[in-house]
Nanobody
Framework: QVQVVESGGGLVQAGGSLRLSCAAS????????MGWYRQAPGKQRELVAV???????NYADSVKGRFTISRDNAKNTLYLQMNSLEPEDTAVYYC???????????????WGQGTQVTVSS
């Protein structure tokens, strides 16, 4: 089994910062891409940022220049540094890890349970 657990959400004022973490554990041979998505009330889940095992990154236009995604491959951990937060960033943030459980198997996407980020104006 593979577990993905997010942490670091909370309530912050507009202009403030938060750092989200996401740890993958369990039967893991390797991890390819890891990423963050978010879902606001009444809206579809949307990509925030993604990072490959080689640390190539991609960001949603709405967060470029404010958010930074990073990972620690030795710890199977993903981070999202969020600066200059805006009320529009309020959402549940979900982490995913694309995991291979043995040397020859395919990668499967595992999701965390989500962490709430609320930005007050």
């Amino acid at each position: 089994q593979v577990q993905v657990v997010e942490s670091g959400g909370g309530l912050v004022q507009a202009g403030g910062s938060l750092r989200l973490s996401c740890a993958a554990s369990g039967s893991i041979f390797g991890i390819n891409a890891m990423g963050w998505y978010r879902q606001a009330p009444g809206k579809q889940r949307e990509l925030v940022a993604v990072i490959t095992s080689g640390r190539s990154t991609n960001y949603a236009d709405s967060v470029k220049g404010r958010f930074t995604i990073s990972r620690d491959n030795a710890k199977n951990t993903l981070y999202l540094q969020m600066n200059s937060l805006e009320p529009e960033d309020t959402a549940v943030y979900y982490c995913h890890a694309d995991v291979r459980r043995d040397s020859s198997g395919p990668y499967y996407r595992y999701w965390g349970q989500g962490t709430q980020v609320t930005v007050s104006s």
